[in-house]
């Protein structure tokens, strides 16, 4: 267990904490995360849309250096890119101000570099089990298809980092290109089952009134827990 003075993580809301002027971050309302180690400095970046020079002055205003994106999944409105006619700023634009890699799962990384247009070099892909370091910080990436091929999650002291796979209310829309009703399903409950109910889920959007939960209060209020087979799931979120 990691000493709390040397353990650094931060929620941050866009069109708040980072992107205060951009409308599009205002309305889509996603959570950037930031875990790092006090000890050497050291942090990584889950998901940096919209505001990425706010992004790195507010890491270094935190004595942190950025070493590494993860990426939740490819959407623009987590690694930018063009979206409902806008084009949001993400990890291309990071890349000029720092040269950083961009963790993916293997699935996701054509994908990623479609939406963002960075480089093959630009990427390490990853399976599911793999563990990146932050100094002495280490996050297991959990692979968690459904909301999109390649979607991931992140577990490190005991926080679920979960991207648009699951949010306290609900799940990720499965209904988009990419999306597998069945995979969400198996995510949500076989994927994710290791996670024990004392972790916090910490989710890709702030769709409820807290930003985040045990997976205990999770499991027993959110209603894609209800389902109890595939075929029950496949009724409910299958059309």
């Not at 205002?26 to 790092?36: A, D, K, T």
């Not at 006619?85 to 054509?110: M, N, W």
């Not at 290791?194 to 999770?218: E, N, R, V, W």
């Amino acid at each position: 267990v990691m000493d709390n003075d040397q353990f650094y993580f931060r929620q941050l809301l866009s069109g708040q904490d980072l992107g205060q002027d951009n409308q599009l971050a205002q309305q889509m309302v996603n959570f950037i995360y930031l875990i790092g180690d006090r000890t050497t400095g050291e942090a990584v970046v889950i998901d940096p849309a919209y505001d990425p020079q706010g992004l790195v002055d507010l890491v270094e205003a935190d004595g942190m250096k950025l070493t590494g994106v993860l990426a939740t999944h490819y959407h623009p409105d987590h690694v930018g890119g063009d979206m409902m006619g806008y084009s949001i700023a993400g990890v291309a634009d990071l890349l000029e101000i720092t040269s950083v890699p961009i963790h993916v799962q293997v699935e996701e990384a054509h994908l990623v570099q479609k939406v963002t247009g960075i480089e093959e070099t630009d990427l390490i892909t990853h399976s599911s089990g793999d563990k990146v370091q932050v100094g002495s910080v280490e996050i297991e990436l959990i692979h968690t298809p459904g909301h999109t091929p390649g979607s991931q999650c992140f577990f490190v002291d005991n926080k679920l980092v979960a991207g648009d796979t699951l949010f306290l209310d609900g799940c990720g829309r499965t209904d988009l290109p990419g999306g597998n009703p069945q995979d969400m399903y198996e995510s949500i409950t076989q994927r994710l089952a290791k996670i024990p109910d004392t972790a916090i889920l910490f989710p890709g959007h702030l769709y409820s009134p807290k930003p985040c939960q045990s997976m205990g209060d999770t499991r027993a209020n959110n209603y894609v827990y209800g389902p109890q087979t595939p075929k029950q799931w496949m009724a409910m979120f299958g059309s």
